[in-house]
T-cell receptor, first 112, second 115 residues
Framework: GNSVTQMEGPVTLSEEAFLTINCTYT??????LFWYVQYPGEGLQLLLK?????DKGSNKSFEATYRKETTSFHLEKGSVQVSDSAVYFC???????????FGTGTSLTVIP | NAGVMQNPRHLVRRRGQEARLRCSPM?????VYWYRQLPEEGLKFMVY????????ESGMPKERFSAEFPKEGPSILRIQQVVRGDSAAYFC?????????????FGAGSRLTVL
């Protein structure tokens, strides 16, 4: 079956530090992969996505590369800001494109 | 173009009452998903619907919970005889018809508190 596993939090970083949030997946076929972000008190927002192997999704200086050989989609940012404090969810959609599977979320706090 | 609209944003119920949460999908979207987020936990899939049709309800508790998406009007998640453990944020998301790398668009959530 399909599933997503992401690193447990919470993660606390100083401003301008390098961020990595690990995400691995199990899927049949060729899923699409996503990172969503949830700011306090709000719903989830799409951060970036990748639809096939070796694709790199990027947005707001966040990046993630779809690695089929390691079944991973790790989120990275070179220099985090306080405003990046949020919960980050890794997700995949199955072959039909209409079934979505989310990880448990990783809470990030960036301190000045 | 309004996004996914959920109401109420906050709902307080006493044990044993009913809770009804509404979701209007984004314009042009015909698929609706409901998720539950418990405090300090991740996002749990509940149900996936198209108009007048439940596609997947594998995440719905077998009792007290039901969902519908009528031909006209919003999707409704109904919780009967609420208990304290139902206190959570309930998120609705929608996506357009069709296969491929569809993206979910989420609403801001409805936060249910059961006293």
């Amino acid at each position: 079956g399909n599933s997503v596993t992401q690193m447990e939090g919470p993660v606390t970083l100083s401003e301008e530090a390098f961020l990595t949030i690990n995400c691995t997946y199990t899927a049949t076929g060729y899923p699409s992969l996503f990172w969503y972000v949830q700011y306090p008190g709000e719903g989830l927002q799409l951060l970036l996505k990748a639809t096939k192997a070796d694709d790199k999704g990027s947005n707001k200086s966040f990046e993630a590369t779809y690695r089929k050989e390691t079944t991973s989609f790790h989120l990275e940012k070179g220099s985090v800001q306080v405003s990046d404090s949020a919960v980050y969810f890794c997700a995949l959609s199955g072959n039909t494109g209409n079934q979505f599977y989310f990880g448990t979320g990783t809470s990030l706090t960036v301190i000045p | 173009n309004a996004g996914v609209m959920q109401n109420p944003r906050h709902l307080v119920r006493r044990r044993g009452q009913e809770a009804r949460l509404r979701c209007s999908p984004m314009k042009g979207h015909s698929h609706v998903y409901w998720y539950r987020q418990l405090p300090e936990e991740g996002l749990k899939f509940m149900v996936y619907l198209q108009k007048e049709n439940i596609i997947d309800e594998s995440g719905m508790p077998k009792e007290r919970f039901s969902a519908e998406f009528p031909k006209e009007g919003p999707s409704i998640l109904r919780i009967q005889q609420v208990v304290r453990g139902d206190s959570a944020a309930y998120f609705c998301a929608s996506s357009p018809l069709g296969s491929g790398a569809n993206v979910l668009t989420f609403g801001a959530g409805s936060r249910l508190t059961v006293l």
